[in-house]
T-cell receptor, first 116, second 110 residues
Framework: GEEVAQTPKHLVRGEGQKAKLYCAPI?????VFWYQQVLKNEFKFLIS????????ETGMPKERFSAKCLPNSPCSLEIQATKLEDSAVYFC??????????????FGEGSRLTVL | TQLLEQSPQFLSIQEGENLTVYCNSS?????LQWYRQEPGEGPVLLVT?????EVKKLKRLTFQFGDARKDSSLHITAAQPGDTGLYLC??????????FGSGTRLQVQP
């Protein structure tokens, strides 16, 4: 598609429950990025993919967070056993290039996760 | 960890005023981008600066990349209510993912 599509827009989970978010990148974009926005300002990088391969996972909390980008499927970000501090808006972005060219990231509208 | 500090964090001004937002780091970046985010949406790219000392203009917005490629500024002339939003600088270094600044929330009152 022409836009990055994220679902769901809103997700509410009780502490300890699982949360799974989905992202369909712009068609033709090889790179997908996940960012976590807390307190309405700070953007924290989580993980990036080049097609279905992990490109950079330096920001990913290893214990409860996992992500996948499988062929012919939306990318996903899963949080096992959610904690209160996981409450945030999770943004997915796609790009034609990871580091070269203009390197513009095209963002989706985000998925707001609320952990109660 | 590469940190990008933005100042001010919040800015509320009247329509027609000028303002400058700063983005500072101790790290060198190969390029720096500015994004604007409106409520309920993802950030949208405004500009990319690559060369130290580079100045780019986008209508009433002027962007500058520091000579040492560690800092940048965004100047808005005659701000309008439509400029309201969260302004984010973001730096790129090597193969690392884009590092976002701490953000500046701008409110322009009519």
């Amino acid at each position: 598609g022409e836009e990055v599509a994220q679902t769901p827009k809103h997700l509410v989970r009780g502490e300890g429950q699982k949360a799974k978010l989905y992202c369909a990148p712009i068609k033709g974009h090889s790179y997908v990025f996940w960012y976590q926005q807390v307190l309405k300002n700070e953007f924290k990088f989580l993980i990036s993919f080049q097609n279905e391969n992990v490109f950079d996972e330096t920001g990913m909390p290893k214990e409860r967070f996992s992500a996948k980008c499988l062929p012919n499927s939306p990318c996903s970000l899963e949080i096992q056993a959610t904690k209160l501090e996981d409450s945030a808006v999770y943004f997915c972005a796609s790009s034609q290039s990871a580091t070269g060219g203009t390197g513009e990231l095209f963002f989706g509208e985000g998925s707001r996760l609320t952990v109660l | 960890t590469q940190l990008l500090e933005q100042s001010p964090q919040f800015l509320s001004i009247q329509e027609g005023e000028n303002l400058t937002v700063y983005c500072n780091s101790s790290s060198v970046f190969s390029s720096l981008q500015w994004y604007r985010q409106e409520p309920g949406e993802g950030p949208v790219l405004l500009v990319t600066v690559v060369t130290g000392g580079e100045v780019k203009k986008l209508k009433r917005l002027t962007f500058q990349f520091g000579d040492a490629r560690k800092d940048s500024s965004l100047h808005i002339t005659a701000a309008q209510p439509g400029d309201t939003g969260l302004y984010l600088c973001a730096g790129r270094a090597g193969r690392r993912a884009l590092t976002f600044g701490s953000g500046t929330r701008l409110q322009v009152q009519p």
